[in-house]
């Protein structure tokens, strides 16, 4: 049905409980605009399959992230940052919502959604749109106009060297550490040195945050 359509949005299903994984895959398998490319629980093969695959769309369940934490999402959108990550089944927590954006989560779907809600975001997020829980949109804009997201912004504008700014463009095409250091002509402790110092002066607590603040400020496309 899915090969007719030119639209057809390819989803990787990401859920612990078997149950509930075939249901939603038999539920977004049956919308004529998309097509569930693997339904698995996680394991430590399944950034080689999202790689492989190349989904528009990785829908994951609450139940992964609260195992693993929002390492998963850091750890999942270093493997293809073209893949757009929609959590599921999320539990209304405000501040948790507000780390998973600052993560690179382009939506947020609560426990209460029900199936067609959570189709209507995938089709939402795959067409470049993003989903937020109405009660959350406060929230957003309270932290966009926050003294804490002024210093936020101020620090990320702090003149990078030349070296950083190639090294967080190299980040954002979703390089190693060690096929940097390749390209570079460099040790690979060199760049762990320069990437460090760069977190620093961004802020930021990890590689793919700094590469969002440098989104944000146009260094990265």
Do not use: W
């Amino acid at each position: 049905m899915c090969a007719e359509k030119l639209d057809c949005i390819n989803v990787f299903l990401l859920a612990e409980n078997r149950l509930l994984r075939e249901a939603l895959a038999r539920v977004l398998d049956n919308k004529n605009d998309m097509r569930v490319v693997a339904a698995v629980a996680f394991d430590a093969k399944v950034s080689e399959r999202v790689k492989e695959l190349c989904p528009q769309i990785l829908a994951l369940d609450s139940s992964v992230f609260a195992r693993i934490g929002l390492d998963v999402v850091t750890s999942l959108r270093s493997v293809n940052l073209d893949t757009k990550i929609l959590l599921v089944g999320m539990d209304s927590d405000k501040e948790t919502f507000l780390r998973c954006v600052r993560a690179g989560v382009s939506g947020y779907v609560l426990k209460e959604a029900s199936a067609n809600e959570v189709a209507a975001a995938v089709r939402s997020v795959a067409y470049d749109g993003a989903v937020c829980p109405p009660k959350f949109c406060a929230a957003l804009f309270e932290q966009i106009a926050s003294p804490c997201a002024q210093l936020y912004r101020g620090k990320s504008q702090l003149g990078l060297t030349r070296r950083e700014q190639q090294l967080v463009k190299m980040i954002s095409q979703g390089l190693s550490n060690k096929e940097i250091a390749s390209q570079l002509n460099l040790s690979e402790q060199t760049v762990k040195n320069h990437i460090h110092r760069m977190l620093r002066k961004l802020g930021a607590s990890d590689r793919l945050s700094a590469v969002e603040a440098c989104r944000v400020e146009g260094i990265v496309a």
